[in-house]
């Protein structure tokens, strides 16, 4: 029919929309996780998929198997309760295979202020300083023992 | 803290939405005002304007495909916008604006342009050679056809695609305003007038565009400008200016009359931190001034120069009017606590993701995207000399 005819190029328009469509679902089959609406607007298999990431912690019960010395040293210290990763970083590699893996040397300069700068959000008991006036810019570990920070108490003892 | 005063929850301190959330609905206003000018021409018929009309289109578009960059940019990880498409969220209103905006630019503006520039296309990729050439045979989707009454069934889809298009671009700005007024914790935003509001101002501020943007080509083009459609097109601009300066007054008094308990707090911020934006610069230099100028226009006689430069300033006005009020919603909103105790100060960055370069930028890419389309698509009558009985026959 005429009317067919002189229409033609809105089919041809039609059809490319229609390629576009179904590009699009084609698309998205292989981008929705397969678990996505499971449960609900999530991908059902979240937790698991988490679960399954390798572990970075090894927890400070593996670190003292292998540093005695230094669980020694600070266990009776002012730090006794912060975890070795809280200052070494995660180091489960290091743990499973201590010749390859050597832990990175800490700056102390850096390292102290994360937690001990003193900022009036801090709970008032929580041992602070204004590391500008307190260090003089010397790093922290020229006067404090990392492990076992406390000055006062070494004399004591 | 620098910049807060009184007392502000720690949360409202820092502005989350920037400038490029304040150009976000500044450039989609532009695009529904610019295509709403466009179909007003086309289903109403109004000869005067005719030269405009290809143009309103270009420049709706060229705006459109550049008024998500704002947010993409706003956004941390701006791939995972794609998913909204992928797994809809049909109770989030931000998420389905995904599909308005899609519907928009797909099944209504290229749709619209293609037709209408279809003759255009098949003449120009007959006439044309090498890279060019090759990009307007593609347009054509292989289809040469361009008998007299494929261009009337052409004109007939396009008028359709027209009528669904008006609503389709209200709808595509009363989104954005439907966005702000549905956010009932805000009480700068929220209000149902919003959408209307927003709609009204897109129009001013999409004539307005239009406008410079042909006086500007025209001038450049070394044309003479046609008066007679310049002067249509700033008369709707005078009478639609009026109705969203009435609407914005609308809203003012019922704030004020209504008065309820976020009132004080929102009336200091207006005399002291919004006071510029707000007061000087949206309501006197930005809606009074132009309407006024407009105004005159309309009641003295005046020389064709002088109308041309009264256009040219009140159009500008127009634009910076608008821009302050995109400003002081989206910033306003964000410099009051809910407390109703304190106010922050908007920090804008300058070279950062979201600062002012970034907003500067994003402005004049849509214009050099103009650029390119209309040396693609030329809009100018001269080049549009569809035979005059198709037109009687589609009308």
Known sequence: ?157 | MQGVEGFMYPNEVELQWSVLIVLYPFLTGLVAGAFILASLERVFNVEAVKPTYRLALLTALAFLLIAPLPLQLHLGHPERSFEMYLTPHTTSAMAMFGFVYLWYLMAVLVLEIWLDYRRDIVLLSQSTTGVTRLIYRAMTLGSSNISERALHIDERAGWLITVIGIPSAFLLHGYVGFIFGSIKANPWWSSPLMPVVFIFSAMVSGIATVMLVYMFLTWSRKQTIDMRCVDTVARYLFYIFIIDFTLEMLDLIHRIYESDESFRSLDFMVHTKLYVSHIVVQIFLGTVTPILLLGATQVLNLTDRARKRIYGLAGCLTLIGIFAMRWNVVIGGQLFSKSFLGYTTYKMGLVTREGLLTAIVLTVLPLVILWVLVKLLPPWPERHTRPDSVIAHAR
């Open chain 1, 1 to 157: 029919m005429n009317a067919f005819r002189d229409a033609g190029h809105l089919f041809r328009l039609a059809g490319v929309f229609a390629a576009g469509v179904l590009l699009f679902l084609v698309l998205r089959s292989f981008l929705v996780p397969k678990s996505f609406g499971e449960y609900g607007h999530y991908r059902g298999n979240a937790l698991a998929e988490i679960a399954a990431r390798p572990v970075n912690f090894a927890g400070h019960e593996t670190c003292e198997t292998c540093h005695a010395d230094v669980l020694e040293k600070k266990r009776d210290g002012k730090h006794a309760h912060v975890n070795c990763e809280a200052c070494h970083g995660p180091l489960a590699k290091h743990a499973d295979d201590p010749s390859s893996v050597t832990p990175a040397k800490l700056d102390a300069a850096v390292l102290c202020v994360r937690c001990h700068e003193a900022n009036a959000a801090k709970p008032k008991s929580f041992p602070q300083v204004v590391s500008a006036d307190h260090s003089n810019g010397l790093p922290c570990d020229t006067c404090h023992q990392p492990h076992s920070p406390a000055i006062a108490a070494e004399p004591a003892k």
